[in-house]
Every structure is written in structure tokens, then in C-alpha cells.
């Protein structure tokens, strides 16, 4: 046990004092006068057969109504997020002046009752936008464009037989 810790203290410290020769010895500046520029052959287009083609093409519409559909219902998600919560506090204001005013209602509408109805639609709201998302993106777009990159690649390969 000694003796394997005195051997790691030794090479340490031979660590140390080669990296200190080594930055002695090290020239302060490099001369790049005579290097020239080498630029790598471009390398040659990859050319598709026609199926494969068709499924890049395919592959590329479905991305985009992947997309088209993310933006749109994104939008309608904002649009409906922050244009009907003036809806819903303009029907607050109206019940709360309603049952406050109106002395003829035997049980008024407590605040908080209308509070907790708002704050359920919002995430029932929440809810369905997040729900349709789902359902159009998770179980339509997305099976689909995994099925066309899986056949157009797929049979790509078993073309050049097994690996």
C-alpha cells in the first residue's frame, strides 16, 4: 500500500516537471509565412432514385403540415387565451353588480363561486386545445411521416440487400 502511493507521488511529480520543460521550450511565436490553403475536393452530388424521391417529397409536405398545424393551433390557443378573459370578466363584473344590487335574490352569488366557475373554463379550455393538439399531431401527422421515412429509407436498404 506504501509502496503504490510513494510510486504515484513520483510519476506526479515527473508530470509536472516535464510540462514545465515543456512550456520553456516552446518557441514564443510560429512562422505561417510559408502555409498554403488546402480546400477538399467537393464531394459529388447523391443522386435518388425516383421512390425514394416521391418519399423525401412526401416526408417534406407532411413536415410542413406538421408545422402548418403547430403554428395555427398555436395562434388559436393565444387568440383564445387572451381575447376571452375580457368575456369572462365583463360576465363576472355583471353577475357580481347583479347579485349585490338585486335585493329580492334569496341566495346571491358569492364571488367566489363565479371565480372557481372562470378558472374551470379556462382550463377546460386549456385542456381541449392541449387535447386536439395531440390528437391531430401524436396519433395523425406524426404515424404518418414515421411511415413514409421508414418505407422510402426502409426499402432503400433491403434494395442493397441485408447488413
Known amino acids: ?8 507521488m513520483a510519476s506526479s511529480r515527473e508530470n509536472t516537471d516535464t510540462q514545465e520543460h515543456a512550456y520553456e521550450d516552446a518557441p514564443n511565436e510560429i512562422d505561417i509565412g510559408g502555409v498554403e490553403e488546402v480546400t477538399p475536393p467537393q464531394a459529388p452530388p447523391v443522386r435518388l432514385d425516383p421512390l425514394s424521391q416521391a418519399g423525401v417529397g412526401l416526408a417534406k409536405l407532411v413536415l410542413s403540415l406538421i408545422a402548418g398545424v403547430l403554428v395555427i393551433i398555436f395562434a388559436l390557443a393565444a387568440v383564445d387565451e387572451f381575447h376571452t378573459p375580457q368575456f369572462m370578466e365583463d360576465a363576472y363584473v355583471k353577475a357580481l353588480s347583479a347579485s349585490l344590487s ?21 382550463s377546460a379550455a386549456r ?15 406524426l404515424p404518418v411521416l414515421t411511415a413514409i421515412l421508414g418505407y422510402t429509407f426502409g426499402s432503400k436498404q433491403s434494395g442493397r440487400g441485408t447488413y
Open 127 to 141: 385542456e381541449f386545445w392541449l387535447k386536439l393538439a395531440q390528437l391531430i399531431l401524436l396519433n395523425l401527422l
Open 102 to 122: 338585486d335585493a329580492k335574490i334569496q341566495n346571491p352569488v358569492s364571488s367566489d363561486a363565479i371565480l372557481t366557475k372562470i378558472i374551470d373554463a379556462r
Open 1 to 8: 500500500m506504501a509502496f503504490n502511493g510513494f510510486f504515484m
